[in-house]
């Protein structure tokens, strides 16, 4: 059995996109955690039939030390975890811009405002540095001219939703390279992209 836990702080759809896509998925057991007690998120998992609860924050670290899983997925939680807690596994986030671009809060705003005609979405590990750790995969987004902020939201959450539960299989089954800092790896299926320093 793999284990994810599913960390979030708010409305969930990204959750939600994870969940279904991993619903026939028998060997996946996926768990959420919210840092809020009344996120919509909790009650959304809840009527997924996922186990939900609210975990502290400054109860993550005992909580995840004591109950361990394969995948960490931080799906719009608003915290920043500490270094304990990321050594306990591995830790990925989304973020919607074309990172190292518009890094933080509001991504999506920054992006518009500046007046980018490129931005997109991002999965990345999770590191000390706020939206600074290795990326995995990403997928870029058409600022059009006729689009406005609502249009440009809507497409940006479309494609996180189609990308995140591709990019989690992808990991949990060694479909991709693994980024990771002094572990590349590559698909088993043959060279994946690592230039020759894999195993395979
Ligand atoms: C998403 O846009 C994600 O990229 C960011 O937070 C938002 C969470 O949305 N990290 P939701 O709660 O999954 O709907």
Request: with cysteine; hydrophobic share 40%; aromatic share 10%.
């Given at each position: 059995m793999v284990k994810i836990a599913l960390l979030a702080s708010g409305r969930g759809s990204n959750a939600e996109a994870i969940i279904k896509h991993f619903e026939n998925h028998t060997n996946v057991e996926i768990q959420v955690f919210s840092d809020i007690a009344d996120a919509p998120v909790l009650a959304l998992a809840g009527g997924l039939s996922i186990k939900a609860e609210y975990l502290p924050f400054d109860e993550t670290y005992s909580y995840f030390s004591q109950n361990r899983f394969d995948l960490y997925v931080l799906a719009g939680y608003m915290r920043i975890l500490p270094d304990e807690v990321l050594d306990l596994g591995t830790f990925v986030n989304i973020h919607p811009s074309l990172l190292p671009a518009f890094k933080g809060k509001d991504a999506i705003k920054q992006a518009y405002d500046y007046g980018v005609k490129v931005t997109g979405v991002s999965v990345h590990y999770v590191t000390k540095d706020l939206d600074g750790g290795p990326i995995i995969a990403q997928v870029p987004v058409n600022i059009q001219q006729w689009m406005n902020f609502a249009e440009l939201e809507e497409e940006i959450h479309n494609t996180e939703h189609t990308l995140y539960p591709m990019v989690i299989e992808s990991l949990l089954y060694d479909?991709?390279?693994?980024?990771a800092p002094g572990k590349p790896k590559c698909s088993t299926d043959g060279c994946g992209g690592c230039g020759g320093s894999c195993a395979h």
């Amino acid at each position: 059995m793999v284990k994810i836990a599913l960390l979030a702080s708010g409305r969930g759809s990204n959750a939600e996109a994870i969940i279904k896509h991993f619903e026939n998925h028998t060997n996946v057991e996926i768990q959420v955690f919210s840092d809020i007690a009344d996120a919509p998120v909790l009650a959304l998992a809840g009527g997924l039939s996922i186990k939900a609860e609210y975990l502290p924050f400054d109860e993550t670290y005992s909580y995840f030390s004591q109950n361990r899983f394969d995948l960490y997925v931080l799906a719009g939680y608003m915290r920043i975890l500490p270094d304990e807690v990321l050594d306990l596994g591995t830790f990925v986030n989304i973020h919607p811009s074309l990172l190292p671009a518009f890094k933080g809060k509001d991504a999506i705003k920054q992006a518009y405002d500046y007046g980018v005609k490129v931005t997109g979405v991002s999965v990345h590990y999770v590191t000390k540095d706020l939206d600074g750790g290795p990326i995995i995969a990403q997928v870029p987004v058409n600022i059009q001219q006729w689009m406005n902020f609502a249009e440009l939201e809507e497409e940006i959450h479309n494609t996180e939703h189609t990308l995140y539960p591709m990019v989690i299989e992808s990991l949990l089954y060694d479909k991709i390279v693994d980024f990771a800092p002094g572990k590349p790896k590559c698909s088993t299926d043959g060279c994946g992209g690592c230039g020759g320093s894999c195993a395979h």
